[in-house]
């Protein structure tokens, strides 16, 4: 990949006592790649994902992002007004419990159309169509569209969760363990279609999971964490097939042992 | 002409002087950032059970001896709530009351906008239940303070979006959104949506007083208030098939009233001044 990174991350620390926390992480990001950061809980990887997306302020380090508009941004030199328009038009962030990242209490449609309002669609006609037209892409019955995600299953919930990140055809995004707590057989498809949208929607994604298989499936390129520091990164078959930190070598060991 | 009386060991309009400076100057401020809500240090008045206190603290802050008052509870001038609140501004300030709509120099409402059209230095006071318009879906007050701070409103169109979803137009009827002078997104108090038309560059001081929640807010005169809406389902208010069984208007707000032990039921002025006024005009040209 000879283009310009889209994120750009130097020496991000996050401490909330020794250990705890994320420490001098630094890495690139490129267009359509998927990183994945690895790592069991504690290691401090749900730090950097809530720092990478904005919403957690770092103790040190930077972020810089590419713009849709071409334009590189500290991202933490940004007013709250210009974070919160990335987050919701240039971004996504899948949470790992669909009721962080939905609106629980209005109906599938709203749930899809809630970024295009707030950006300023103003046709309802329109708004119901690119609702019906994203839940069929991920695979919801469209005659449930003014049903609550209440009544919807975990695994529908995900699925929506996605769509209603996508909508606004995001460049970027976070996810937070999206298949974790689901049945074997929901992982594996929702983990296609993931797959599926990734590749079609040319999207830069950020994943954090304990999962290796997860992260096979889908990152190109780990990022291993432990104690809050990065213990080893590479390409994802190099990590796992050839893991060369103690660390790496035992958590790739107790997936094949477990 | 004689110092007008009040009752004594009374302050002037009840409040005492600081307390009115400090809700003037909220008022100052709500004017200043039309629809946006100024928190202020709330007092309590006696008011009757159910009415609020918001409207009334910010009437006994701005009235004053010259000015003329007229309570609207619902539309009508005439209920025990309307009567009893005139009679209490009477006492302890001393001030001409009427229910003409165009005598009035302050007029206190709850629930209603005068039909007649408000003139320039009229001064319209609401009584606020609930200010906050992002309340229904953020419960957090810190959470609602910055989405208006940055104009992060998606979530309004949201509730108009499940109207039209769920009824196939929208049906929100009362305390309709709004945004204000191009800015804030304000609750304009439980008013039939068919009195938001009438707030858009009104000549009237426009102020709402929430007691419970302690916020004030404003609209000066002629500031542009639109109501949200979709394209494609474009903001329109109440209409009846009815007219008024008393005075046959076919354009003021109906309230449905029961006759009878039979059931029977007419549609008749929610505002009783306009009502009134109509049937005099009719009797003098009759
Ligand atoms: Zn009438």
């Known amino acids: 990949m000879n283009r310009e990174p889209i994120l750009q991350v130097d020496n991000l620390t996050k401490l909330y006592a020794a ?30 994902l809530n720092c990478l997306s904005v919403r957690l302020a770092p103790d040190e380090g930077d972020i810089h992002y590419l713009t849709r508009a071409d334009e590189w941004v500290n991202l933490y030199g940004l007013s709250e007004s210009r974070q919160r328009h990335l987050q919701r038009t240039e971004w996504g962030i899948v949470h790992q419990h669909p009721r962080d990242g939905l609106r629980m209490g209005v109906s599938a449609g709203a749930n899809i159309g809630e970024r295009l309002m707030a950006t300023g669609e103003r046709h ?19 005659a449930r569209i003014d049903d609550k995600p209440t009544t919807y299953s975990g695994g529908m919930q995900q699925r929506l969760q996605i769509a209603r990140n996508l909508v606004t055809h995001p460049r970027l995004v976070f996810m937070d363990e999206p298949t974790g707590g689901l049945d074997v057989s929901v992982q594996a498809r929702l983990l296609d279609l993931l797959r599926q949208l990734v590749t079609e929607m040319n999207l830069a994604v950020v994943i954090v999971t304990h999962d290796l298989a997860v992260a096979r499936l889908l990152a190109q390129r ?12 590479g390409l994802t078959d190099q990590v796992l097939d050839d893991p060369q930190h103690a660390y790496t070598q035992l958590l790739v060991s107790s997936v094949l042992t477990s | 002409m004689n110092p007008q009386t009040i009752r004594e060991g009374y302050n002037f309009a009840y409040l005492d002087e600081q307390t009115k400076r400090m809700i003037r100057r909220a008022l100052l401020k709500a004017v200043a950032i039309p629809g946006y809500q100024v928190p202020f240090g709330g007092r309590e008045m006696p008011m009757p059970y159910g009415w609020g206190t918001g409207g009334m603290q910010v009437t006994a802050a701005v009235i004053g001896e ?15 709530n309307a009567v009893s609140i005139r009679a209490f501004f009477r006492d302890l300030t001393g001030v001409r009351t009427t229910e003409k709509t165009e005598e009035a120099t302050l007029i206190q409402t709850r629930h209603r ?15 606020v239940p609930i200010p906050e318009p992002l309340r229904f879906i953020e419960p957090s007050e810190v959470e609602t303070r910055k989405m208006h701070a940055l104009e992060d409103y998606g979530v309004m169109h949201i509730k108009l979006y499940e109207d039209i979803a769920q009824f196939g137009h929208i ?7 709004v945004l204000v002078n191009g800015r804030y997104v304000m609750d304009p108090s439980p008013i039939p949506k068919f009195d938001n038309p009438k707030m858009d560059n009104s000549p009237a001081l426009q102020l709402f007083g929430a007691g419970r929640e302690k916020r004030i807010y404003a609209i000066p005169p002629y500031t542009d208030v639109k109501s949200l809406d979709f394209e494609d389902h474009p903001f329109e ?4 098939e009815q007219c008024c ?3 046959g208007s076919d354009e003021s707000f109906l309230d449905e009233v029961i006759m009878d032990d039979q059931g029977a039921h007419e549609f008749i002025c929610s505002d009783t001044d306009y009502c009134r006024e109509r049937m005099a005009n009719l009797e003098v040209t009759a």
């Open chain 1, 19 to 48: 250990g705890k926390g994320c420490e001098a992480v630094s890495f690139d990001l490129y267009p359509g790649e998927v990183l994945g950061i690895v790592g069991e809980s504690g290691s401090g990887k749900s730090t950097l």
């Open chain 1, 124 to 142: 309802y006609g329109n708004l119901r169509q690119t609702a019906q037209s994203w839940m069929n892409d991920v695979e919801l019955d469209i």
């Open chain 1, 222 to 233: 780990l990022i291993v964490m432990r104690h809050g520091r990065v213990v080893e990164t």
């Open chain 2, 66 to 80: 010259n000015d003329c008052l007229k309570v609207i509870d619902q539309g009508a001038d005439d209920t025990t």
């Open chain 2, 113 to 127: 906008i005068p039909e007649k059209p408000l003139q320039a230095g009229q001064v319209l006071v609401y009584q």
């Open chain 2, 171 to 177: 049906a929100t009827a009362y305390a309709y959104p």
């Open chain 2, 237 to 240: 208010v109440q209409r009846w």
């Open chain 2, 245 to 247: 069984a008393i005075c």
